[in-house]
C-alpha cells in the first residue's frame, strides 16, 4: 500500500499481514490501534499511518514485548525506523547465534560423512551453542539490553567498539612493560572498562554477570570467528586475549580492595 489517500478494511488489512481480523478487532478495543476511519455503516478503515503503527506493533511483539510494553513504547516514541533498527540488532543477534549452530553442526555431519559416529561429546556440544543465549540471559535482560541500545543510538555504539580493541591493546602494553595490577594507569584503563560496561547494563547487576559470563565461557576463537563471519575486518582486535582478560580481572579486584 503505498503513501496515498487509500483505505483498507479490517479483512483486507488482515489478509496482507497475516494477522487474523481477531487480533486486529483486539488491538482496536485495548486502543493500541484504532483506526483512522470508519464508514458510515461502522466498519474499520485502516490508513498509511495505521498500517506503520502495526508494523510497530508486530516488531515489538517480536522482540518479547507485552501488549501494555508496546503500548507504553509506541506512546513514548513515534519513531518508526528506531523501531527497525532494534528489529534488526535482533535478527543479527539470532542469525549470529545460528550460524554458529549451522557451522557446529556441519562439522559434526562432515565427521559422520567420513565413517564417523555422532558421540555424545557432539550432542552435547550442538545443546551448548542452541542454549548459550538462554544459558546467560533472561528474556528480561534481554529486553533490557535491547532497550539499552536504543537509548545509547547506534552513533555512541560504534564509538565504542572502536575503543574497545585500543584499551585492549593498552593492557597488553601494561603487561609487557611489568605494570601491577593496581598501577594507576591500569586502574584508569579498567575504570574506562568499567564505564563502558555500564553503559549497556545501566547498573543491572543480573546484565552485568550475565555479560561477564558470555566473555568468561564463550571460547575467543569462538568470538572471534562469529565477528568475521559478521564481516568484522579486524576480529582479533576486537576480542581480548585470556592474558588480557585475566590482568583486568586482578585489576578490577585491586580497584575493590
Known amino acids: 500500500m503505498e503513501d496515498r489517500d487509500h483505505q483498507l ?7 496482507r499481514t497475516g494477522l487474523t481480523v481477531r487480533a486486529l478487532h483486539h488491538y482496536d ?16 478503515l485502516y490508513g498509511p499511518d495505521d498500517v506503520r503503527r502495526l508494523y510497530r506493533i508486530v516488531a515489538l511483539r517480536q522482540l518479547g514485548l507485552s501488549l501494555a510494553e508496546v503500548a ?3 506512546d513514548g516514541d513515534g519513531d518508526v525506523a528506531a523501531t527497525m533498527r532494534r528489529q534488526l540488532a535482533e535478527l543479527d543477534r539470532e542469525i549470529a547465534e545460528r550460524v554458529g549452530l549451522r557451522d557446529r553442526l556441519e562439522r559434526i555431519l562432515g565427521g559422520i560423512d567420513g565413517g564417523g ?19 546467560h540471559y533472561t528474556p528480561e535482560q534481554l529486553e533490557r539490553l535491547a532497550a539499552r541500545r536504543d ?64 566473555w568468561r565461557e564463550t571460547p575467543r576463537a569462538e568470538m572471534v570467528a562469529e565477528l568475521e563471519r559478521s564481516g568484522v575486518a579486524d576480529a582479533e582486535r576486537r576480542v581480548p586475549k585470556p592474558e588480557v582478560m585475566a590482568f583486568v580481572a586482578r585489576a578490577h579486584a585491586a580497584a575493590a580492595d
Not at 33 to 42: H, I, N, Q
Not at 125 to 132: F, L, P
Not at 159 to 182: K, N
Open 151 to 214: 537509548e545509547i543510538g547506534e552513533e555512541r555504539i560504534r564509538e565504542v567498539e572502536e575503543e574497545w580493541p585500543r584499551l585492549f591493546e593498552q593492557v597488553e602494553a601494561a603487561i609487557d612493560r611489568g605494570a601491577a595490577p593496581d598501577d594507576p594507569e591500569v586502574q584508569r584503563i579498567a575504570a574506562r572498562m568499567r564505564e563502558l560496561t555500564a553503559m549497556f547494563h545501566g547498573g543491572d547487576a543480573g546484565v552485568r554477570d550475565s555479560l561477564d559470563a558470555v
Open 72 to 74: 507504553a513504547a509506541l
Open 9 to 15: 478494511r479490517v479483512g483486507e488489512l488482515a489478509e
Open 29 to 44: 478495543e485495548i486502543g493500541l490501534l484504532v483506526p483512522s476511519e470508519r464508514t458510515y455503516a461502522g466498519h474499520r
Open 117 to 135: 559416529k555422532v558421540t555424545v561429546d557432539d550432542c552435547l556440544t550442538a545443546i551448548e551453542r542452541t542454549t548459550m543465549i538462554e544459558r
